[in-house]
């Protein structure tokens, strides 16, 4: 009789261990399907190095920026550049947001101006609106992620000259699809 007992218990143990693996299976496809990855394209290679031109030893400019494989009810985007090798914690370059669903891309050297066409940028770790390339110590090489993120509302509402932290607040609940790529920099 406890053998039986001691069966039933430890089959009833394998099936709730089933069980939780197919809801947690279940959750991980849901997880997958929400949030589509997109692809994100810049003048260097994933993992490649960034040109010097994009650099606070070059010309300073920002980078065309492109993207694809956005959901279809993507309603606006936004982009965020940093730098999470950084001696103070991850620090960011480049913050723009409100950028309209039809616009797949941000051309080189785009003003650094806080409202471009209604595009709205924000306040980089330098202290100043728009792109700031990297410029970190000498000796030192840097990974630098570029992300575009889809939301499912056109405006996030801020003012232009928003911080990072006031433009992820208000992205929260709206990221519908995402996705980076990363370039190095490192100074000699």
């Not at 911080?163 to 190095?184: A, D, L, N, P, Y």
Request: charged share 20%.
């Amino acid at each position: 009789m406890i053998g039986l007992w001691y069966i039933i218990n430890l089959g009833g143990w394998v099936l709730k261990k089933a069980l939780l693996a197919i809801i947690f299976a279940l959750l991980f496809i849901n997880y997958s399907l929400g949030s589509e990855a997109m692809k994100v394209e810049a003048p260097f290679k994933e993992g490649q190095d960034i040109p010097r031109k994009y650099t606070c030893d070059g010309e300073d400019v920002s980078p065309q920026v492109k993207w694809s494989g956005q959901p279809s009810n993507t309603k606006s985007f936004v982009l965020i550049m940093d730098d999470p090798d950084a001696p103070v914690g991850t620090f960011t370059h480049w913050i723009v947001y409100d950028i309209p669903a039809s616009q797949t891309s941000l051309q080189e050297n785009f003003p650094k101006r806080s409202e471009v066409r209604s595009i709205k940028q924000g306040i980089n770790d330098f202290g100043r609106v728009g792109y700031g390339g990297p410029c970190l110590p000498r000796g030192h090489t840097h990974r630098y992620y570029i992300k575009v993120y889809a939301l499912d509302v056109e405006s996030l509402g801020l003012r232009p000259g928003a911080t990072r932290r006031e433009v992820e607040s208000k992205m929260q609940g709206h990221i519908i699809g995402q996705g980076q790529t990363m370039g190095r920099y490192g100074r000699r």
